[in-house]
């Protein structure tokens, strides 16, 4: 399947502006920007939903359930032992998972050949599971980078299970620890794609970098 | 980028004799057998490694590491409470974890049409995380099918976090429901598959089964 390179682009330059929309309105997880920018300078690229590695916790049956799901605490940075003891102590309905995911990044390329590339150099910096997961004509070839990165624990059931409270600054400890691995892994990937950045970049995205004076970003 | 057929043919074939060469030395996860027999009746697929979902327990800093890590338990089946019990108690060195793992399986098919179609059927049988993992003009196209259904409860850390005893019986009922759940996403896709059933089957499989005794698995 060939792409529609015009269409692509519009696609591209729409998702850029809505990333600067989504920043400011403290939508965006800030650690990702150097990255997206990264990624979008190439003419070949732009980036869709990601997200750089963070700590969650559900209330839901199974750690992986979208519906009958509660999210009670969301972080992309560490957290402290009384964040956790605080939800512990309140009530819930199904379970309490604490979970912690890696960096995942969803980019559009617009050949196979950048597709293959890009997939190399995200398994280059740790990222494992990394695949195409569509080819459209207009919306590209969709790719998933993704590490191995995860934690999923069960802290409590109704059923009468229940996270010992003396183990909490230890499982705290671990979490921390594995969130820290992914957002390495994350860096690893931006230097990974600093030090392959192609010759010719996408006029548009560094037009629109001067104009927003944040050229620096990129230096 | 174009497969070689016949090349790429010359593999499927060489595969089909290891799966059997596997199942005879019990290598082979006989829930398995099914769905790998009915992918292979695909004329433009064949299977590599698979795992119909399992629970592991792992000595490891990390539940996704591979080095220094020993994997102390794996079954393919629901585990038992004196099972966990056991293993507690011995000693360990790095970390203990609980991994529940859903379905994964690979498979490579000889053109980008059929990657797109069995992806459909992938993620119709709920498997979320499935992509091209590559592309290769004699190994083909290999794809990865994967759920979401993932479980990595930390059991024990050496400075002093142990999961408690009077918890374990309820762990044990989750980290069963949760492989079974993936059972049933591995058995939902096997159901897809053979409803989806091409008319123009793959003869030298066919015939092969016919030799074996074996023609029944496809009824």
Redesign the interface.
Known sequence: ?IIDIDKWKERKYEFWKRLWEDLEIGYLDEDLLPLLVEFNLRPDTYTLSSCSGRIVIVDSI???AREKTNVIFKKHQPIKIDELMDIIKKPFVH?LWLIVSGPIIHVSVNS?KSA?NT?RLAREAGFK???????NKVKGII??L?????????LK?P????V?A??IP??IK?ANE?LL?GKKMFNQLYQILKMNRPNKLDNYILEDLVKKELLWIIK
Do not use: A
Request: proline share 3%; aromatic share 6%; glycine share 8%.
């Open positions: 399947m199974k750690p992986w379970r196979l293959i997939l599971h990394s695949g195409i997961l569509s080819i790719l998933e993704l590490t191995g990165v995860k934690m999923s624990h069960l059931d059923n009468g299970y229940e010992n003396n183990n230890l499982l671990v594995i691995d």
